[in-house]
């Protein structure tokens, strides 16, 4: 049986590749099922039903508990700098993380463009 993470994103089509290879990593999955949508770092609290809707097939079907909701440096759905990706970030994880409840762990990253992946200040809540 494969073991899966998921993940929330933006559509960017440069972000995947590396988001995918850290995912896999860190949580030794062999699949990391995706979720997209643009510029979602900034949108996931109004989103929060949608986005939980297309989770749960990840979640309960292929068993995953860990989320990583991505932001990305030169992000056309949020065009907005680092510092606010970061804020935007840490807002949707904690909304994520109630929304989803104890059993599923959300982390937030911050991809750049030369493929590194940024740990970003996890929720308090
Ligand atoms: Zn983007």
Redesign the pocket.
């Given at each position: 049986m494969p073991t899966f993470a998921s993940a929330i994103?933006?559509?960017?089509g440069r972000?995947l590749p590396p988001l995918i290879d850290f995912a896999r990593a860190r949580y030794g999955v062999d699949a990391v099922d995706v979720v997209t949508e643009?510029?979602v770092d900034a949108t996931v609290p109004d989103l929060i039903e949608d986005l939980t809707r297309r989770l749960a097939p990840s979640i309960d079907k292929h068993g995953s508990h860990d989320v990583v909701l991505a932001?990305?440096e030169?992000?056309?759905?949020?065009p907005v700098d680092e510092a606010t990706h970061r804020r935007h970030l840490a807002t949707s994880a904690r909304a994520l993380s109630s929304a989803l409840g104890d059993a599923v762990d959300v982390l937030a990253v911050y991809v750049r463009l030369d493929g590194t992946v940024e740990v970003v200040d996890p929720p308090t809540a």
């Open positions: 994103t933006c559509i960017d972000v643009p510029g932001g990305h030169d992000c056309a759905g949020n």
